[in-house]
């Protein structure tokens, strides 16, 4: 009897996008990440979980700002007639509140400018609210050392104390958003227009938006109640 021969069976080729290692299937782990991070066992996460992450973040900050301005409100209640002594606000925290606003509204601009993929006029606006971010900043320095200079100072009364460590605080916060501002300012150059991209100029604007209500929440804290 002739002997019987087994033929070679042909080998399945994977199937396109089939997202094994290194395949570049889009969302799959390998070169071809899709615009959100892949999770574990190649699982998509979810951008509204992101969004969830940031306000899970913002929460704790949001009761820091809330506990303070309590203390703040119970301390002059109590004390009004006594040692509490209200503190002229310096002419420069308004011009610091139009450049805060105006760095909220340019990041907004550039954010929009990114969904319709006009790349240019992201970075345009994207470094103009930056930079008035920055001058946020140095205006609040110059807060702090016109008091100096007028013999105001941290121990003086306790408006005084809460004065420096309500801006103090919120100060913190927005140097963390600088970070953040200052990370997507540095790869807009070669930023493609993709969902990840966008990710992260929508969270850090989210964060800068927030930091702007809280100033204007310090703001009418400061002005309610003299």
Known sequence: MPLATTEPRP????????????????????????????????????????YTGIL?????????????A?????RQGITHEKDWIDLPL???????????????VALELARRSLKRQALPG????????????????AGQIGIWWQLREQGVYFSDNPSHSFFYLLTIAHALHVLGGMVALLYVWRGSANM?????????????????????FIWLFLLGLFLIGR
Not at 12 to 33: E, V, Y
Not at 70 to 74: A, E, K, L, R
Request: proline residues 6%; glycine residues 18%.
């Open 11 to 50: 080998q399945l080729k994977p199937a396109l996008g089939a997202g094994g290692p290194g395949s570049g299937a889009p969302g799959r782990g390998g070169d071809g990440r899709g615009p959100e991070d892949a999770g574990g066992h190649g699982r998509r996460v979810p951008r509204r979980a992101y």
């Open 122 to 137: 992201f970075t345009a606006w994207w470094k103009i609210g930056t930079l008035l971010g920055l001058g946020f900043v």
């Open 56 to 68: 899970v973040g913002l929460a704790p900050i949001l009761m820091l700002f809330a506990a303070l």
């Open 192 to 212: 493609k227009l993709v969902d990840g991209r966008c990710l992260r100029v929508d969270l850090s604007s989210v964060y800068w938006h927030f930091m702007d």
């Open 90 to 104: 310096p002419g420069l925290i308004w011009v610091n509140t139009l450049l805060l606003v105006s760095s909220s």
């Open 70 to 74: 309590s203390s703040y409100i119970v």
